[in-house]
């Protein structure tokens, strides 16, 4: 799982895919990464070993993680304080728990300096690792990224990007 984990990051980080002082939401079942259901035997240890590489991008990258929770908090986000915009994310009043927001956004939430939960985000790139449906999270237009890395683990991973929307009629332009 490590070992897969740190490919992908690679394969991003060697793409520009991250970039400083953005945003990038990720979605994780560490239940599925060790090959069970999603949301069954969640794993504060896979979480522990995901987040400290995790860190180490955001280190060399200048980027941000946000971490979506599970379906029991309804997708709720943790974030630090610091990413926190008033005009467009609401506080709400949660904990993530391992049985009700799962391991990787209560693991999130333990480690970072100034843990706090927004209802809703909207960012320009995420990675879902283990179908956990982070794509109500990212900007649209979503666009998704091929990756070389198709598995962390069991757990089956999709990236995606946005770009803006292209709009008007037949006499609009675009780059």
Known sequence: MEKDLALLLEELKNRDFFKENELCIIGCSTSEIIGESIGSVGSMDVAEKIYNQLKTIERDTGVSFVYQGCEHINRAVTIDRSNFNPLTMEEVTVVPDIHAGGSMATYAYQQLDNPMVVEYISVPKGIDIGQT???????????PERTETKKVGEAFVTVASSR????????????
């Open 133 to 143: 449906l982070i794509g109500m999270h990212i900007n649209h237009v979503a666009i």
């Open 164 to 175: 803006p929307k292209k709009i008007g009629g037949e006499r609009a332009k675009y780059n």
